[in-house]
């Protein structure tokens, strides 16, 4: 009798957290190794079951849109300023309300309007060949200098890095200053823009380029491992921290964001909230070589091996929303 009741108390003490918990459900376009051992944390911890649908941003994007307010996701994850303000923009999100989130996140990577956060930041850099560049460029600007012609390689105009960097160089120069920036890194092209940041690294062990634009961790990728074209000479490749003696290296995120039409709001919360613990931003921010944003987190070895530098403290929200503008003054100077 007695071990009969204790056993339903069991079964209910085990049934029960799982029943008023419920789930969440992640519309996520960033996926790494990582990504599992921290949905099943957070399950572990909360008794919320995750739910998972990954793709890119774009087609999230438009999926949330399409579902309007029937819509299943409660929390949107993606990388890039200009992609998270294009959800926002597209007013898929709402205030996150969260006291913790208010107290954990610096201020300059949180929406103003609290729709969303960033839970990793990244750094944009320029690399060089140290066999062929005496003087560096030391600023974003500079790269628009003629006396770098013919060696710069840089991904698309339409890349989100590149929106993004653009719409941060025109909320600290201005529209126009920003164009002449456009025009003048276009002319200084080694190459036609041509494939994602790895390429940029890649063409400057080739030859093909001299100078080139990248996110931090994508050298990082191949001091740690074996990335084919770049680990073998990488270490004929020069990094600068620009900006350092202006307005720092510009700074992006990966996000976070509250769904407008989150059905389980509070679990969305708890999850958000979630992604901030040191122990979750230890995976997110090393399962890419990103930088935590909660204070106190380390990011990995080869990070740490970087160095440190100036940081632009920018509000992401300053460029994030100027990408459209950013986009227009590329195609319009013709930068591919
Ligand atoms: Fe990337």
């Known amino acids: 009798m007695i071990r009969s009741v204790v056993s339903t108390v069991a079964l209910l003490a085990l049934a029960t957290p799982a029943f008023a918990a419920g789930e969440v459900n992640i519309y996520s376009?960033?996926?790494y190794d990582t990504d599992d051992a921290l949905y099943s944390n957070f399950e572990d911890a909360?008794?919320?079951?995750?739910?998972?649908?990954?793709?890119?941003?774009?087609v999230l994007i438009e999926r949330m849109r399409s579902e309007g307010e029937l819509g299943a996701a409660d929390v949107f994850i993606t990388v890039d300023a200009s992609r998270i303000g294009r959800a926002d923009a597209a007013d898929l999100l709402q205030p996150i309300g969260s006291d913790k989130v208010d107290a954990t996140v610096?201020?300059?990577?949180?929406?103003?309007?609290?729709?969303?956060?960033?839970?990793?930041?990244?750094?944009?850099?320029?690399?060089?060949?140290?066999?062929?560049?005496?003087?560096?460029?030391?600023?974003?600007?500079d790269l628009a200098d003629p006396k770098y012609k013919g060696m710069i390689c840089t991904r698309s105009g339409s890349n989100p890095y590149m929106l993004s960097l653009l719409g941060s160089i025109i909320a600290h120069d201005g529209e126009e200053a920003a164009r002449a920036w456009v025009?003048?890194?276009?002319?200084?092209?080694?190459?036609?823009?041509?494939?994602?940041?790895?390429?940029?690294?890649?063409?400057?062990?080739?030859?093909?380029?001299?100078?080139?634009?990248?996110n931090h961790y994508y050298y990082a990728r191949g001091l740690q491992s074996e990335v084919s074209g770049l680990t073998d000479g990488i270490e004929t490749i020069g990094v600068v921290f620009p900006n350092q003696e202006t307005t720092g290296t510009h700074i992006n995120i990966s996000a976070a964001g509250l769904a407008k039409y989150s059905p389980n709001p509070d679990n969305a919360r708890a999850f958000i909230e979630y992604l901030l613990t040191?122990?979750?931003?230890?995976?997110?921010?090393?399962?890419?070589?990103?930088?935590?944003?909660?204070?106190?987190?380390?990011?990995?070895?080869?990070?740490?091996?970087?160095?440190?530098?100036?940081?632009?403290?920018l509000p992401v929200d300053a460029f994030s929303t100027r990408t459209d503008l950013a986009q227009k003054i590329y195609n319009e100077v013709g930068y591919k």
């Open 183 to 214: 025009a003048g890194v276009k002319d200084n092209f080694a190459r036609e823009p041509q494939g994602g940041d790895t390429d940029q690294l890649r063409g400057l062990i080739s030859g093909e380029c001299d100078i080139a634009v990248a």
């Open 106 to 141: 610096p201020a300059n990577l949180h929406a103003d309007n609290d729709h969303w956060i960033g839970i990793s930041t990244r750094a944009r850099l320029i690399f060089f060949d140290k066999n062929d560049v005496t003087e560096p460029p030391q600023t974003y600007e």
């Open 46 to 58: 909360t008794g919320i079951t995750v739910n998972r649908i990954e793709d890119n941003a774009d």
């Open 29 to 31: 376009s960033r996926h």
């Open 278 to 313: 040191p122990e979750a931003q230890q995976m997110i921010a090393n399962g890419n070589n990103e930088f935590p944003v909660v204070e106190g987190v380390e990011p990995s070895e080869v990070v740490i091996g970087l160095g440190d530098f100036r940081r632009d403290e």
